[in-house]
């Protein structure tokens, strides 16, 4: 795999003037101080040059899930590595940065002969991360989303304080994941449902409130449920008798 080289540049003012910034295990740069090198490699530039891979770099704009959980896949076995660095800028861009000579040795190596065939380091963590995503999604975006635009008066008198309780209407919302086989969207740093699959949700998240609360459920014998599941919940319930017109 042939990679791209960069030479570290950074530096800090200190009592004597500027001077380079010096390169600590465990630490973190800034990738603008990492510039571009061109020129012939010696021996001694080979603990000077670095690699910044680009299977595990990205940023708002660029890479994904894949870029990112080799990003981490790698750090967690090799930050304390003397050699390796993780590298941050500007839009969330973040990175690794390997030593050249540390690049070239056997075990790391290895790791990006692997890649070459395979574009992850651990499937775990990238199913793990994809995971976190869609969970930061439901939780931070689409349940306060989905409580505002749910408007149930008509039929549950307490219909708003059912909303505040945020972890039910997560717990609902994930079932309707499930039951309607929504598809997540990917974007460069969160996963993401369309329009139209919120649309869904919402209607499933109504449905089941519906068939929980409400205390009138014949009304809705003509109802177009969201699915044919929360069809299903509805006729059950209303089968069993435990729900009469007052």
């Known amino acids: 795999m042939k990679e791209t080289l960069y030479k570290f540049t950074g530096t800090e003012h200190t009592n004597e003037g500027w001077q380079a910034i010096p390169l600590e295990v465990g630490c973190s740069y800034c990738i603008g101080d990492f510039e571009k090198y061109e020129g012939s490699i010696t021996e001694d530039l080979r603990k000077n040059l670095f690699v910044l891979p680009a299977l595990m770099q990205g940023s708002d704009y660029s890479g994904g899930s894949i870029q990112r959980s080799n990003k981490r896949s790698f750090l967690k076995k090799y930050e304390k590595t003397e050699g390796v660095y993780e590298v941050y800028g500007g839009y969330n861009t973040y990175g690794v940065a390997i030593r050249l000579d540390i690049y070239e040795s056997k075990e790391i190596k290895d790791v990006f002969d692997a890649l070459e065939n395979y574009p992850l380091i651990d499937d775990e963590d990238h199913t793990q991360l994809k995971d976190e995503w869609e969970g930061q999604y439901m939780k931070n975006i689409l349940i306060d989303e989905l409580c505002k635009d749910i408007k149930l008066e008509a039929y549950i008198p307490e219909w708003e304080s059912l909303l505040e309780d945020k972890e039910a209407i997560e717990l609902i919302a994930w079932d309707g994941v499930n039951e309607l086989n929504l598809n997540w969207y990917e974007e460069n740093n969160c996963s993401t449902l369309d329009s139209e699959s919120n649309t869904m949700l919402q209607s499933y998240v109504e449905d089941r409130l519906i068939i929980t609360h409400c205390k009138k459920l014949p009304l809705f014998i003509n109802r177009d449920w ?8 509805f006729l059950s319930k209303l ?3 435990a729900t009469k017109n007052d």
């Open 239 to 241: 089968s069993e008798g």
């Open 226 to 233: 969201s699915c044919k599941q929360t069809e299903e919940m």
